[in-house]
């Protein structure tokens, strides 16, 4: 069996992800609270993707936040090794909404990719990682890859985990 998990996957980015992996033959777990919905009102409500893709056998869906240990530590609990990619699109991705929520858009961006991260490193290290990143971080995350592309495995190796969650934090 081989998974590959998506965060934000009633988002754009994530849901696109998802129908393209589904079409591919994969299982795919979602993990999605539409904290969007929180973010920028009705008109950023994602429910009806996530009703769309329930509708798919293959799909499972996780109204989970990223921020709750506890409930992400379950998940990659259960299927641990059978995930195989790791997408991680769960963000606050708006400027605008940061400047004036910068706790809420720390806990989300930052502790909750960081709880995604140590997740992965216990329970399916061995995954391919895909990390959207938040807006702020993107110029830096691709910096990083560029530095560390040369080193084996380096793209899901404990350290760059560490590292790119550094740079996150550092932004701040
Ligand atoms: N869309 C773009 O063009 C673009 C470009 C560059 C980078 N990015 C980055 O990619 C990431 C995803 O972008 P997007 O456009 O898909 O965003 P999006 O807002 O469409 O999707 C994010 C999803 O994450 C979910 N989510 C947010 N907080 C959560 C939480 N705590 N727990 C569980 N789910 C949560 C939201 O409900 C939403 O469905 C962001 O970091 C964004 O900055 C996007």
Partial sequence: MSI?????SSGLIGSESAFFFLKKGFKVIGIDNNLRKTFFGKDGD????????VKNKDY???NCDIRNPDSI????KKFKKNISIV???AAQPSHDY?????????????EGSLNIFH????????SKVIFLSTNKVLLIVWKLWEF???????????????FVVFILLFQR
């Fill in 60 to 62: 499972t869906h996780f």
């Fill in 4 to 8: 590959v998990l998506i965060t934000g």
């Fill in 73 to 76: 530590k379950n998940i990659f």
């Fill in 87 to 89: 997408i991680h699109a």
């Fill in 148 to 162: 560390s592309s040369s080193l084996k495995n380096a793209f899901h190796s404990e350290w760059r985990c560490n």
């Fill in 119 to 126: 997740n992965i490193q216990k329970f399916c290290p061995e």
């Fill in 98 to 110: 940061a400047k004036d929520n910068l706790h809420l858009d720390f806990k989300v961006n930052a």
């Fill in 46 to 53: 994602t429910l009806w993707i996530r009703n769309k893709l």
